[in-house]
Each structure stands twice: as structure tokens, then as C-alpha cells.
């Protein structure tokens, strides 16, 4: 049984069009975010959210809207694609009463033609 | 405000031979320290961490790291490398307040010859 899994793990679109990403995860975690992570490998955080209440919004346009329908479900819809939205996006969980060890997903690659 | 420094984009090293690989770190508060490590196409997985007590932490595969304070540094080691160690490996800091915000390093790559 997958910890955190991510749908899809490809996608490839058109400049323009509007995609979505979807993250759950089994180990009931309370907070969960999503990262990019770039061509150079370089990973930052775009959302974090806990109990389903948005605690991170780390300077993201607003093309990108995340939802969180429950605290095991975190989903990242994309507007409007441009070329630099092309990465990978990662989903992650985390219990805030741990210590903060992330668990991750296998990534989602989008690339925008 | 934390920040990661990872010294050394890329570090090829010969199968048996001691992995080193240098990270920095900046924070305002205590912070918790962490090593993952990413295969091809894959997510990342936690090599160990450092929270509280013991300043040598000890994580899988045999890789150990050293906080230390003074420094603000906390390098991972590994003294024999294998094959299978091959993989992209990332330092990261977090605070101790609720939402966890983990900043990562620019990731450093290790090649392992034969």
C-alpha cells in the first residue's frame, strides 16, 4: 500500500490548457504540501496545508490553486500553463506532532509544449 | 529566516571508498536537520534526521551525519561507498512551529565508480 501517492505521473499538454494534479495519503498525517521541483533538481515548497486550512503560500501566481477535501487528500490544479510550469511536483506529508520528517510521493512530471 | 548550503553540486568518489558530503545551515531557532536521498524517478526518502540529544545520528544504508552547532554544519558520511549508493541526496532544515516549513539544499549529486 502506497504511503503517499500521486495521479497522474505524467502529463504532457498544450501551452494554455488547465491540468490537475491529484495526492493522497495512508498515513494519517495532518498537514501536507506540495513541492516543484525544477530541472536542476532544486526543490521548493509552493503550498502547505494542515487539518485542510492553507498554512503555506509561498509566493505561487495564482494560476495555481491547491484544495485540500479532507486532510488525507491534497489536489494542485494548474491554469493556464506556461513553459516554466514544466517540473516535477511532488506531494508530501508530515505529522505536526512528529518531527517533521516529510514523506513523499513519486512525483508528478509535467511538461508544457 | 533558515537556509541550506550544499557544498559541491556533483562528488564522484570510487566503490569502497568514504563518501563526504558537506551541508551548511542557517536558522534562527533550533533546527531539525535531515538528509534525504533521491534515485532516478523516484520521490524522496529520509536518510535520518536530527532532532534533540545525540549529535551523531545514524540513518540507513549505513550513512551517519554530525550536527554540529558551532560549525552549523551537518555532513554525511559514509565510509564505504557501493554502487547502489548512486542518487541525488538533499540537506534540509526545518523549524520546530506547527506546519513544519522544510527548506532544502540544491541537492548533491554522488557518482560511484567501479
Known amino acids: 500500500d502506497t504511503a503517499v501517492s500521486q495521479t497522474p505521473k505524467y502529463l504532457v499538454t498544450q501551452m494554455g490548457n488547465d491540468k490537475s494534479i491529484k495526492c493522497e495519503q495512508n498515513?494519517?498525517?495532518?498537514?501536507m504540501y506540495w513541492y516543484k521541483q525544477d530541472s536542476k533538481k532544486f526543490l521548493k515548497i509552493m503550498f502547505s496545508?494542515?487539518?485542510?486550512?492553507?498554512?503555506i503560500n509561498e509566493t505561487v501566481p495564482n494560476r495555481f490553486s491547491p484544495k485540500s477535501p479532507d486532510k488525507a487528500h491534497l489536489n494542485l490544479h494548474i491554469n493556464s500553463l506556461e513553459l516554466g510550469d514544466s517540473a516535477v511536483y511532488f506531494c508530501?506529508?508530515?505529522?505536526?506532532?512528529?518531527?517533521?520528517?516529510?514523506?513523499f510521493g513519486e512525483g508528478s512530471r509535467l511538461t508544457v509544449l | 529566516a533558515q537556509s541550506v548550503t550544499q557544498l559541491g553540486s556533483h562528488v564522484s568518489v570510487s566503490e569502497g571508498a568514504l563518501v563526504l558530503l558537506r551541508c551548511n545551515y542557517s536558522?534562527?531557532?533550533?533546527?531539525?536537520l535531515f538528509w534525504y536521498v533521491q534515485y532516478p524517478n523516484q520521490g524522496l526518502q529520509l536518510l535520518l534526521k536530527?532532532?534533540?540529544?545525540?549529535?551523531l545520528v545514524k540513518g540507513i544504508n549505513g550513512f551517519e551525519a554530525e550536527f554540529k552547532k558551532s560549525e552549523t554544519s551537518f555532513h554525511l558520511t559514509k565510509p564505504s561507498a557501493h554502487m547502489s549508493d548512486a542518487a541525488e541526496y538533499f540537506c534540509?532544515?526545518?523549524?520546530?512551529?506547527?506546519?513544519?516549513?522544510?527548506?532544502f539544499g540544491a541537492g548533491t549529486r554522488l557518482f560511484v565508480k567501479a
Open positions: 496545508y494542515n487539518n485542510k486550512e492553507l498554512i
Open positions: 498515513l494519517g498525517h495532518d498537514t
Open positions: 534540509a532544515v526545518s523549524d520546530r512551529t506547527g506546519g513544519f516549513k522544510t527548506i
Open positions: 508530501a506529508s508530515s505529522q505536526t506532532s512528529g518531527t517533521g520528517e516529510l514523506f
Open positions: 536558522s534562527s531557532v533550533p533546527p531539525y
Open positions: 536530527y532532532t534533540t540529544g545525540a549529535t
